[in-house]
């Protein structure tokens, strides 16, 4: 199986912020890789897939990167509906393995 | 409005079965790859299984052998059949759509979960 690590686990950040988020992959993905938001209660909401491609309605602040092991999730200018929490998973290989998660919560 | 709805959580005991049901309105449960998705209370998402537009199923390590994925395509519902429940398997059981975008580099599909449910709670205790 293909294990996927999130970091940092958590953080805090104040509106405005850049933010990045890396998920590395324990064998080459390609760019087989997307990524999650989850609030509290929610269900999780797809940003990105195929590492760089953003899902329709999601905000252009949203950005993804990466291929083979090392992928980053970046969100610029931090707005309040974006303290969450953010998921990796691969879609290379079943089981389609997610990452353990990344809070992002307010400084 | 594309729309998925699970159904059949509840409080069970150790050993127990249960079976959850998702209901799709606004896409063919048949034509699509279909997961579950499931959520220990503060902990992360777990991959559970898939079953793919062809019938093929897939599961993870942890449930395999004990649970069961699978559709009625008159219905237009998804199912996950449990049984030998554990503590362990306590949890919000989310169903969603793995998409499939177009052909990747390495020539295999991108699949991404798009649609999603509000999920079900599944509690496993004596």
């Known amino acids: ?107 | 409005e594309v729309q998925l709805v699970e159904t059949g959580g509840g409080l069970i005991q150790p050993g127990g079965s249960l079976r959850l049901s998702c209901i799709a309105s606004g896409l063919t449960v048949s034509s699509n790859y279909m997961t579950w998705v499931r959520q220990a209370p503060g902990k992360g998402l777990e991959w559970v299984a898939v079953i793919y537009s062809g019938a093929s199923t897939y599961y993870a390590d942890s449930v395999n052998g004990r649970f069961t994925i699978s559709r009625d395509n008159s219905k237009n519902t998804l199912y996950l059949q449990m049984n030998s429940l554990r503590a362990e398997d306590t949890a919000v059981y989310y169903c969603a759509r793995d998409a499939k975008g177009e052909r990747g580099n390495r020539g295999y599909y991108y699949y991404y979960m798009d649609v999603w449910g509000k999920g079900t709670t599944v509690t496993v205790s004596s």
Do not use: H
């Open chain 1, 1 to 107: 199986d293909t294990q996927m690590t999130q970091s940092p686990s958590s953080l805090s950040a104040s509106v405005g912020d850049r933010v990045t988020i890396t998920c590395r992959a324990s064998q080459s993905i390609s760019n087989y890789l997307n990524w999650y938001q989850q609030k509290p209660g929610k269900a999780p909401e797809l940003l990105i897939y195929a590492a760089s491609s953003l899902q329709s309605g999601v905000p252009s602040r949203f950005s993804g990167s990466g291929s083979g092991t090392d992928f980053t999730l970046t969100i610029n200018n931090l707005q309040p509906e974006d303290f969450a929490t953010y998921y990796c998973q691969q879609s290379y290989s079943t089981p389609r393995t997610f990452g353990q998660g990344t809070k992002v919560e307010m400084k």
